[in-house]
């Protein structure tokens, strides 16, 4: 399964917590091309000492970033892009993975295309996490 999640201005973890714990996910998959953001709290290494004490596997993916400023996504480079995707894939096999990005609305993201993508490799299903 493919979960995403945006944490837009959300000043700590909690709902973050409860969606991974809620959802069974193994791995969090950063795909912001920068992964800082206007809180420390969302920094990748913040995140990843969190996902660490929840026994979450973290992962950070600029590849998978966008460059478009929008919802279309457009990876700084297409052939690290078709890697990361097949390596997220390769987790998804026997894992629920969540995409996180900093938008918290899934319809104004590129995580929503990022998992669109991911869903046609491995036919997983998608589902947007508030």
């Not at 026994?55 to 966008?66: A, D, E, K, R, T």
Request: net charge positive.
């Amino acid at each position: 399964m493919i979960f995403t999640f945006g944490y837009g201005n959300r000043k700590d973890y909690s709902q973050f917590i409860d969606a991974i714990a809620s959802n069974n996910i193994k791995y969090v998959v950063d795909v912001r091309i920068k992964p800082k953001s206007w809180s420390t709290l969302w920094y990748s290494n913040s995140i990843k000492k969190c996902c660490e004490t929840l026994g979450i596997y973290y992962v950070s993916l600029p590849s998978l970033g966008n460059t478009s400023g929008n919802a279309n996504w457009i990876p700084p480079d297409e052939i690290a892009a078709i890697r990361s995707l097949e390596e997220v894939a390769s987790m998804i096999q026997n894992n629920s993975v969540l995409l996180l990005c900093s938008e918290l609305d899934p319809a104004k993201c590129h995580r929503t295309e990022v998992a669109k993508s991911l869903a046609k490799i491995t036919k997983s299903t998608i589902e947007h996490l508030r």
